[in-house]
């Protein structure tokens, strides 16, 4: 009988660490899930709150908007390209470059 119980031990012990490595990766995977879930949600609830509709057109006044907003991160762009070429002229002051 003793001997028996010897030979299977090391079986038991193996298919329970087994057993436990897939438990682990499973609950690594679930949370994994949930996360992306989560994000998702958050993605359409963003979406959402900027006023597109469900078939993915903007209501009339979320198109207001973000024309407006559109027409700012213009004039943000223009505005860093021109501090971009100040920049550019005050390094080439500061190396002696004669412009």
Known sequence: ???????????????????????????AALAGWRDWISLKKDQLNTSLAMGKTASGSPSGRASEDMKQQGAASSSARIEMADLRERLRKLEAIAEGVDL
């Open 1 to 27: 009988m003793m001997d028996m119980v010897s030979m299977i031990l090391p079986e038991v012990t193996q298919m329970l660490l087994v057993l436990g490595a897939v438990a682990i990766i499973c609950l």
